[in-house]
């Protein structure tokens, strides 16, 4: 049995042997159809996990970055006063022979050098200040290096949660694409209807942004209304495509204010309100996981990213249970 054949023989309800269902092929593919929304669920919890870690893999490589850019930086004055060290060895190796201070001070080890050139004497109070300025130096470089070191480390187990994440979204994107496939010619045909049409229906969309919280929160419903008709494509933030999270923060963005990637960041940032005081422009979340996020543009609408296959539309607020509302 294939994989997808065996997906919906599991959906399918149990039938006695010998008995005929009344219309298995309608009971099936509704089934199929429950299953499919339900991996686009889950697909879009694990596409805000991808995303969040996302965004903590790139602020750890502009971490690791300045680190090593730093570290180089200290790398430099190292070398300068080593250099100025070895001028002086130089001059007095010309001038007759190599004093002993100044071998020791040259070698690896500043911190010994300081405590036996003491005890022998043999320092003099610009050498000291030099070889103090090449131990700090020397200190702080270790310091940055292990610091960027740490960062790499931890660079590398985010590098390693966001293909985690990234195979988890595929994973149940493919299996929804599979169970699409098994469905019905005249039942793809009605899920492809009922997407186009954006979903359910519901009251008509105000044409203008009458009654947003402000100018940048109606900026931003114009922003997410000229995105309307673009493709749903998991982790992207515009302008050609976007997922549910992506779209808002690119209209917001547009707007000119900086809202988190993800819907679940999305959620505190900003002021909680009830729905039933709801403004366009205001961030409607939706399930308990807050997984979903669309944008209240009045009229009882949101403008949302649903999920592959279903572009940027108008969709009822009430499209699923809402978790909050927020107002940027």
């Not at 070698?107 to 036996?116: F, I, M």
């Not at 200190?139 to 480390?153: F, I, M, P, V």
């Not at 931003?220 to 050609?240: E, I, L, Q």
């Amino acid at each position: 049995m294939t994989a997808v054949a065996g997906a919906a023989a599991a959906l399918s309800p149990a039938v006695p042997a010998g008995a005929r269902p009344t219309d298995p092929g309608a009971a099936g593919d509704r089934a199929v159809g429950s299953r499919i929304d339900e991996l686009y669920e889950q697909a879009e919890a694990a596409t805000e996990k991808y995303n969040a870690a996302n965004e903590r893999y790139g602020a750890l490589r502009r971490q690791v970055e300045y680190a090593q850019e730093n570290a180089a930086r200290k790398q430099e004055r190292v070398n300068r006063l080593r250099n100025a060290l070895a001028s002086v060895a130089g001059a007095q190796y010309r001038s007759g022979g190599l004093d002993p201070s100044v071998a020791l001070m040259l070698t690896e080890d500043p911190d010994g050098y300081l405590d036996k050139a003491s005890t022998l004497d043999r320092i003099g109070s610009r050498q000291e200040a030099k070889l103090r300025q090449l131990r700090g130096a020397e200190r702080s470089l270790r310091q940055q290096r292990a610091e960027a070191g740490t960062k790499l480390g931890l660079l590398e187990r985010e590098r390693a949660e966001r293909k985690r994440q990234k195979q988890a979204v595929l994973k149940k994107l493919d299996a929804a694409r599979r169970l699409t496939h098994s469905l019905s010619p005249a039942e793809r045909a009605e899920r492809e209807r009922a997407s186009r049409a954006g979903g359910r229906g519901g009251p008509a969309v105000p044409a203008g942004v009458a009654g947003a919280s402000s100018q940048r929160a109606a900026a931003a419903v114009a922003a997410a209304r000229s995105a309307v008709g673009k493709p749903y494509v998991w982790g992207a933030a515009g302008p050609a495509s976007f997922d549910c999270s992506g779209l808002t923060q690119w209209a917001y963005g547009r707007a000119g204010v900086a809202i988190p990637r993800t819907s679940q960041a999305q959620r505190s940032a900003g002021r909680q309100v009830p729905m039933s005081q709801a403004r366009p422009g205001d961030l409607v979340v939706y399930r308990d996981d807050a997984s979903h996020v669309g944008m209240y543009v009045g009229g009882g609408q949101v403008v949302h990213a649903p999920h592959p296959g279903a572009p940027v539309r108008y969709d009822p607020v009430d499209m699923m249970p809402v978790s909050s509302v927020t107002r940027p």
